[in-house]
C-alpha cells in the first residue's frame, strides 16, 4: 500500500481551516480600517495646516501691503508669535513681492527649540500643495490684498507628530482586537476539532482491534453526527459481507481439499499424455525440418539443372559452327585429293583450298574456344552452387558468370539488367551464396514482377559501405510485391504462384543464405506497381571500393 509524501490528519486540517477563515474575516477588515483611518489622518492634518495658513495670510494681508519698514516688520513679528499657542506649527516665512519676479523676506517665525528652515522663495510656488516630508507638512499660500493683486507670500512647516501619534493609537488597536479574535478563535477550534476527531478515533481503533483478531462479528456503535453515523453504518456492512465472505471462503476450502485429491490423479495422467504428445510433436517437427530442408535442396538442383541445359543450349551453337566448318573441310579435302591422284590438280584451285582451309580453321579455333570459355564459366557458376566455401572473387566477374548462365532463359526476353560494380573490386566471402542469391533474385523478377510486361529493368549495385563490409542493391521497376504478401514474403511456402509451378521457397531460400551463409542482413522496400528493392549487407574481406558501370542486355 503506497503512502503519499505528506500526510495531513483531520485535527490539524480543522485548525489550520478555523483559524485560516478566522484570520482572513479579522485581519482584512483590521487592515481596512486601519488604512482608511490613516488616509482619514492625513487628509485632516492637511486640512487644518491649510486652514490654518489661509487664517495667517488672511490675518497680517494688510500689513503686508503697507510699505516696508521696521514697524510693520516688527507688527508682522508681533502677530506671527500668536502662532504659539499652535504647537504644531514648527516655521513660518512670510515674503514680501517687492518686483514682479522678486520676493523678499518679511518676516518669520520659529517655534521655540526648533531649527529654521532655510529660505523658500525660489520654491514657494512647489508647496501650494500641502507637502510631507518625513514627519512634517509644507505648504504656501499667496497673500492677497484689498485690491486683488497679491502682495506677498506665506510659507508654513508643520509637525505630524499628533497625528502620527493618532495613527499608532489606531493600529495597536486595531492589532490587539486582531491578536483577541485569533486567540479566540484557536481556543474554538481547538474545542471543535475534538468534537469532530475523537469518534473518528473511536472508529479507526475500532477497525484496528477487529483487523487484528479477525472478529468480523463485532459492529461498530451509532455516533452523535450524522456523517459518522453513516460511516459506521458502512463499515457494519463491509463487516457483515466480510463475515459471510469468510463463511464462503471456508467452505470453498474444504471442497478445494476434497478435488485436489481427485486432481493430483488427473494432473499425473495428463502428464503422461501431455509428454506422449510433446514427444510426437518434437519428432513431426524434426520431420518437417528435413523435409524442408529437401525442398530447398531440390530448389538448388532444380536451378542447377536448368542451368546444365543452358550450358548444352549455349555451347552448342559454337560447336555445331565448328562442325559445319571441319565437314566442309573435309569436303574440299576429298575434291582436291583427287585432282591430285588424276594429276589435275591447279595451283588457282590449290590456292583457293589453302585460303578457304584458313578460314575454317579460324571458325573453328574461334568457336572452340568460346566454347571452353562458356564450359569454363558454367563450370565455375556450378562450383559455387554446390558449395559454400570461401574464396577470393572479382565480384563483376562473378555477376557477369550467373548473367552468363541465365542467357539462354533471358536472351528471348527484351527485359534490361544494368550492373553497376567496380571491375577491380575483389572481395573474399562465399561465392556459392551469392550465386544462388542474385539467380533467385533475378527469375523472381522475371516470373513474378514482369509478369504482362514487355520490357523490365533490372539494376544490381555493389559497393563497399566500409573497409569489412559490403552493400548489394538489387530493385526492379516491376508491379511490386502485394500488400497482404509483403509482410511474408520471406517465410516459406509464399508464392502468387501457387498450383502453377511456383514453391514459395525462394525468398525464403535468400532470406537464410543472407542470414546464415553469408552473416548478414537483407531488407525490402516495395509499393505495389512500383517495383521492389532489396538491400543487403554482408561481411567481406578487401582493400579497394569504387564504382563502374556496366550494361548487360
Not at 482491534?209 to 479477525?214: D, E, H
Not at 497482404?484 to 511456402?493: A, C, L
Not at 542482413?521 to 543487403?536: A, M
Request: net charge neutral.
Amino acid at each position: 500500500m503506497t503512502t503519499s509524501a505528506v500526510q495531513l490528519s483531520i485535527k490539524s486540517l480543522l485548525l489550520w481551516v478555523i483559524m485560516s477563515i478566522a484570520a482572513l474575516a479579522s485581519i482584512l477588515p483590521a487592515c481596512y480600517s486601519t488604512y482608511t483611518q490613516l488616509n482619514h489622518y492625513t487628509a485632516m492634518q492637511k486640512q487644518e495646516v491649510e486652514m490654518l495658513v489661509n487664517m495667517v495670510a488672511a490675518f497680517i494681508s494688510e500689513d503686508l501691503s503697507e510699505p516696508y519698514s521696521d514697524s510693520n516688520k516688527h507688527l508682522v513679528n508681533r502677530k506671527l508669535k500668536s502662532l504659539r499657542a499652535a504647537p504644531q506649527v514648527l516655521n513660518v516665512h512670510i515674503y514680501k513681492q517687492t518686483t514682479p519676479y522678486e520676493l523678499t523676506l518679511h518676516s518669520s517665525y520659529t517655534k521655540e527649540g526648533e531649527t529654521r528652515t532655510n529660505s523658500h522663495a525660489q520654491s514657494i510656488a512647489s508647496f501650494f500643495q500641502p507637502v510631507v516630508i518625513d514627519d512634517k507638512i509644507e505648504v504656501s499660500r499667496p497673500i492677497e490684498n484689498e485690491r486683488g493683486t497679491t502682495a506677498g507670500y506665506i510659507f508654513l512647516q508643520a509637525s505630524t507628530d499628533a497625528h502620527t501619534k493618532m495613527a499608532m493609537q489606531t493600529i495597536i488597536q486595531n492589532v490587539v482586537v486582531t491578536l483577541l479574535v485569533l486567540t479566540a478563535s484557536f481556543i474554538a477550534a481547538l474545542k471543535f476539532q475534538n468534537v469532530i476527531t475523537y469518534p473518528i478515533r473511536k472508529l479507526a481503533d475500532f477497525l484496528n482491534l477487529t483487523s487484528r483478531q479477525r472478529d468480523y462479528s463485532s459492529r461498530t456503535q451509532p455516533s452523535n453526527i450524522i456523517e459518522l453515523t453513516v460511516l459506521s453504518d458502512a463499515v457494519n456492512v463491509m463487516l457483515n459481507r466480510i463475515q459471510e465472505y469468510m463463511h464462503k471462503q471456508k467452505m470453498a476450502e474444504e471442497q478445494h481439499r476434497k478435488l485436489n485429491a481427485s486432481l493430483e490423479d488427473m494432473v499425473n495422467q495428463r502428464t503422461l499424455a501431455l509428454k506422449d504428445a510433446n514427444q510426437e510433436l518434437i519428432q513431426t517437427l524434426e520431420k518437417l525440418h528435413q523435409f524442408q530442408r529437401q525442398i530447398v535442396q531440390n530448389e538448388k538442383m532444380a536451378s542447377l539443372g536448368d542451368m546444365v541445359a543452358g550450358v548444352a543450349h549455349e555451347v552448342n551453337t559454337p560447336i555445331g559452327l565448328g562442325v559445319t566448318a571441319s565437314t566442309m573441310m573435309l569436303d574440299r579435302l576429298t575434291i582436291i585429293q583427287k585432282e591430285f591422284e588424276s594429276k589435275t590438280l591447279k595451283a588457282s584451285t590449290m590456292a583457293r583450298f589453302i585460303s578457304e582451309s584458313q578460314e575454317n580453321l579460324n571458325i573453328i579455333y574461334r568457336n572452340l574456344n568460346r566454347a571452353a570459355e562458356l564450359i569454363s564459366s558454367f563450370k565455375q557458376v556450378a562450383v559455387d552452387q554446390s558449395s559454400e566455401a570461401n574464396r577470393t572473387f572479382c565480384f563483376a566477374q562473378l555477376v557477369n558468370e550467373i548473367l552468363l548462365s541465365l542467357r539462354p532463359r533471358l536472351k528471348k526476353l527484351q527485359h534490361n539488367i544494368r550492373v553497376e560494380c567496380d571491375p577491380t573490386l575483389e572481395v573474399e566471402s562465399k561465392a556459392g551464396p551469392i550465386n544462388q542469391i542474385l539467380i533467385n533474385l533475378i527469375m523472381n523478377s522475371v516470373i513474378h514482377g514482369f509478369e504482362d510486361m514487355e520490357h523490365g529493368e533490372i539494376d544490381i549495385v555493389a559497393q563497399m559501405e566500409s573497409p569489412t563490409t559490403l552493400k548489394l542493391i538489387y530493385k526492379d521497376n516491376g508491379k511490386g510485391i502485394p500488400n497482404d504478401i509483403r509482410k511474408r514474403i520471406f517465410d516459406p511456402f509464399v508464392t502468387t504462384k501457387r498450383g502453377q509451378g511456383g514453391s514459395g521457397l525462394g525468398m525464403h531460400l535468400v532470406y537464410n543464405l543472407v542470414t546464415q551463409a553469408l552473416n548478414g542482413t537483407i531488407s525490402l522496400t516495395s509499393e505495389e506497381g512500383k517495383g521492389v528493392e532489396f538491400v543487403i549487407v554482408f561481411p567481406v574481406q578487401s582493400s579497394d571500393s569504387g564504382n563502374l558501370t556496366l550494361n548487360n542486355e
